[in-house]
């Protein structure tokens, strides 16, 4: 059984930066890809950025392209998101996202295993 677990969300000023992380823990061999996906109140789940996990290859969705960067540490098992720049509009719920898929994907439906979530509120 694979857990996905956030941390780092938290209020912050806009213009400001964030980072988070994404520890995996229990069989990871199989996972090829991982992600990050946002979601605010009373929208659907949105993909912000996706790394593969062998060569680092990344998307971005244009709405954060410049302003975040997804990165990978294998050894750890960790996947962090990098935030600069904060906007009012980046507030929600923030996901790290898993999957042994081999296509990289900004698509919900296209990860198995999701974490619980953390909360970035970008506000004055």
């Known amino acids: 059984q694979l857990q996905l677990v956030e941390s780092g969300g938290e209020l912050v000023q806009p213009g400001g930066s964030l980072r988070l992380s994404c520890k995996a823990s229990?069989?990871?061999?199989?996972?090829?890809?991982g992600a990050w996906f946002r979601q605010a109140p009373g929208k659907e789940r949105e993909g912000l950025a996706s790394?593969?996990?062998?060569?680092?290859?990344?998307e971005y969705a244009d709405s954060v392209k410049g302003r975040f960067a997804i990165r990978r540490d294998n050894a750890l098992n960790m996947v962090y998101l990098q935030m600069n720049s904060l906007k009012p509009e980046d507030t929600g719920v923030y996901y790290c996202?898993?999957?042994?898929?081999?296509?990289?994907?900004?698509?919900?439906?296209?990860?198995?295993?999701y974490g619980q979530g953390t909360q970035v509120t970008v506000s004055s």
């Open positions: 996202a898993a999957d042994p898929g081999p296509f990289l994907s900004l698509q919900p439906d296209d990860y198995k295993y």
């Open positions: 229990g069989f990871t061999g199989d996972l090829v890809k």
């Open positions: 790394i593969r996990r062998r060569d680092g290859t990344t």
